[in-house]
């Protein structure tokens, strides 16, 4: 007990020393375009659900956000992990898609934006399901495809790449224990490959929602955006509410770091095995 | 009768620079049934290699591998193999590892699980059950490989240098445990070492195997009776023996 207490206190020294800079340094400066003290931020943590800069609240901006993110990741995930999974079984399907991938990889999914608001315009979700006019339409007007778009880049590549390395990388000796026990190769693949590529397949997806939703402020300045996160930092910044800025910028770190430590605890809880095996 | 025979063997790897490689030539051997075969041989001289291709696991460059009487190609569950080590899966514990040649076989869990039982008893892990493999020891894990190896019930059983990994102590446990399984349960078993004692304390037959290209040397009847004494000069005569015969390998 007493040790996890001092870990506890070991972890929250830098953020407590960053906190101390920011405030001295905000009293230093005094003007609240520039910096705004803690005290200024944390106000707006207090009245998280007022409406900000005619935004809306805090909650549902971020609501917002993380449907967005969500809905591009899953679309890039869902893409991902079938095609890693085999680039990672078959040597042809590796090699038939692994020129493209490389070329396409290296490129910032930000510098995809031009052509993403070029190939998809204004369409969102809303028109693409032909919604009846109304607050349903509005609602889900907010959710542009060329942002799914780019969400999904981010997230398609780190997670093809992670699941393709952990299927490749599946001791041989398993494999061939299974075979001498009579595997067939559907279970080969489905009781031996996959089980031992999950926590690699895991890593995946959490790196893949990590850059997914760092995505987010570029792909929330797209014209069209009326809320979410990233935008109400653009916007606020284009009002000098640097106050807004800080409390956006919290927010995507907050709720980033959380979506995190949902896989943490997954990988922790059924891949304990992973860290332990030589 | 014969279990399995193996006719004009041939292996030839083909290296990255266009190199030819001999790894296996000319091997001719036959395994007769319930009879415990070493094959003895430095490293490198093919052994693993020859274990591996009668096992299925990779082909043959020339001639052909006969399990009764027919040719054999692939894996399959009447040819167990054990690994030297690391074989297990590590998100399998202990008890789904001795069952998963079951597993692929289709039987029911349940049923499949009280079978994994009985070679976990017969293992004398019994309180291991539910253990991972990451928590146990080399040996253990051993242990647990070649339990799962015999749950599937094979005829043959290929072992390669499947204590290879263990310290001495454990290993000579381990022949001993060995022997006794073997005389219990009646299989034929081949089995890879290049420790010369452990092919003199386990073998019906002795087949020597010499390196570049891998050959087969020569084979020696091992009639001393078990459980084997280290301490007898006939123990001590045969190891001599070997070790000189090794060494002009």
């Not at chain 1, 959490?206 to 009326?226: N, T």
Request: charged content about 15%.
């Amino acid at each position: 007990m007493q040790n996890k207490f001092k870990m506890i206190l070991l972890s929250l020294i830098l953020p407590a020393l960053l906190l101390i800079i920011w405030e001295l340094s905000a009293i230093w400066v005094q003007n609240a375009t520039i910096l705004p003290t803690i005290g200024k931020v944390l106000e707006n943590f207090m009245h998280a659900t007022d409406n900000f800069i005619g935004l809306g609240s805090i909650p549902r901006n971020i609501g917002v956000s993380l449907i967005r993110v969500m809905s591009g990741y899953t679309a890039g995930v869902l893409i991902a992990v079938p095609l890693g999974v085999l680039m990672g079984y078959n040597k042809t399907i590796q090699q038939v898609f692994e020129t493209l991938i490389n070329i396409f990889r290296p490129i910032p999914p930000l510098a995809w934006q031009p052509l993403a608001l070029a190939f998809f315009g204004m369409a969102s979700i809303a028109s693409v399901f032909d919604m009846p006019f109304g607050q349903q339409y509005v609602f889900w007007g907010n959710f542009k495809i060329a942002m799914v778009f780019l969400i999904g880049m981010g997230s398609f590549f780190p997670v093809v790449a992670s699941v393709m390395f952990g299927v490749q990388n599946v001791r041989q000796t398993l494999i061939d224990s299974a075979r001498v026990l009579g595997a067939s190769e559907r279970d080969i693949f489905f009781k031996i490959l996959l089980p031992a590529a999950a926590p690699s397949i895991i890593n995946g997806l959490r790196v893949g929602l990590a850059i997914g939703w760092g995505c987010l402020v570029g792909a929330e300045m797209l014209p069209g955006s009326l809320a979410g996160v990233g935008y109400l930092i653009t916007h606020a910044y284009e009002l000098a509410r640097i106050d807004l800025v800080i409390t956006g910028m919290i927010c995507i770190g907050v709720v980033g770091a959380l979506l995190d430590s949902i896989f943490k605890i997954i990988s922790n809880k059924y891949f304990f095995w992973e860290s332990k095996t030589r | 009768m014969e279990k399995i025979k193996i006719d004009h063997l041939e292996k030839i790897f083909h290296s990255q620079n266009e190199m030819k490689i001999n790894a296996l030539t000319d091997i001719n051997l036959s395994v007769k049934e319930n009879e415990f075969v070493c094959i003895l041989g430095p490293s490198g001289c093919g052994k693993s290699t020859l274990l591996r291709i009668i096992a299925g696991l990779e082909d043959a460059s020339f001639g052909k591998v006969f399990y009764n009487g027919q040719e054999h190609i692939k894996p399959c569950r009447d040819i167990g193999m054990v690994f030297q080590s690391y074989s297990l899966m590590p998100w399998l514990n202990v008890l789904d590892n001795i069952a998963l040649g079951l597993n692929f076989s289709g039987m029911a869990k349940p049923k499949r699980l009280s079978i994994a039982e009985e070679y976990l008893d017969m293992i004398g892990m019994s309180n291991f059950g539910k253990a991972f493999p990451h928590e146990l020891s080399g040996g253990m894990q051993q242990r647990v490989a070649i339990a799962r190896a015999l749950a599937n019930n094979p005829d043959v059983l290929l072992m390669d240098e499947p204590f290879g990994a263990l310290d001495a102590y454990t290993r000579i446990i381990m022949q001993k445990e060995l022997l006794r399984i073997w005389e219990q349960r009646k299989k034929t078993i081949l089995f890879v070492t290049h420790s010369v004692d452990e092919a003199v304390y386990l073998a019906d037959r002795i087949i020597l195997m010499s390196g570049s290209p891998g050959k087969i040397k020569k084979e020696i009847l091992v009639t001393m009776p078990r459980i084997r004494d280290r301490s007898n000069p006939e123990y001590g005569a045969l190891t001599a023996e070997l070790l000189v015969l090794l060494e002009e390998t």
